[in-house]
């Protein structure tokens, strides 16, 4: 059985900045590609940011320079630092993490249950 658990969500005024956290465990071989997804209210679930297993990432364009991607391999731990926030930011921010829990299986991707963030003032 395999998690993952976001962390880090909540209100900030426009301008401000925080920090979401994903940590995946139980039965995990091998973790390939980590990444951030958002649902905003009305709209379609979309990609934020990516990295891989050694470090390359990727952005949408309308957080470049303003968020930042990371992870801890050795702790199964992918973060997103979030900086200059903007009320269209404001969406249900979910990690993702393609893996595979062992040698032999296929990679498959599984979801965190989301966590709220809010850019208001």
């Known amino acids: 059985q395999v998690q993952l658990v976001e962390s880090g969500g909540g209100l900030v005024q426009p301008g401000g900045s925080l920090r979401l956290s994903c940590a995946a465990s139980?039965?995990?071989?091998?973790?390939?590609?980590m990444g951030w997804y958002r649902q905003a209210p009305g709209k379609q679930r979309e990609l934020v940011a990516g990295?891989?297993?050694?470090?390359?990432?990727n952005y949408a364009d309308s957080v470049k320079g303003r968020f930042t991607i990371s992870r801890d391999n050795a702790k199964n731990t992918v973060y997103l630092q979030m900086n200059s926030l903007k009320p269209e930011d404001t969406a249900v921010y979910y990690c993702?993490?393609?893996?595979?829990?062992?040698?032999?299986?296929?990679?498959?991707?599984?979801w965190g249950q989301g966590t709220q963030v809010t850019v208001s003032s």
């Open positions: 993702n993490a393609r893996l595979k829990i062992s040698l032999v299986t296929t990679p498959r991707t599984y």
């Open positions: 139980g039965s995990i071989f091998s973790i390939d590609v």
């Open positions: 990295i891989t297993g050694g470090g390359s990432t």
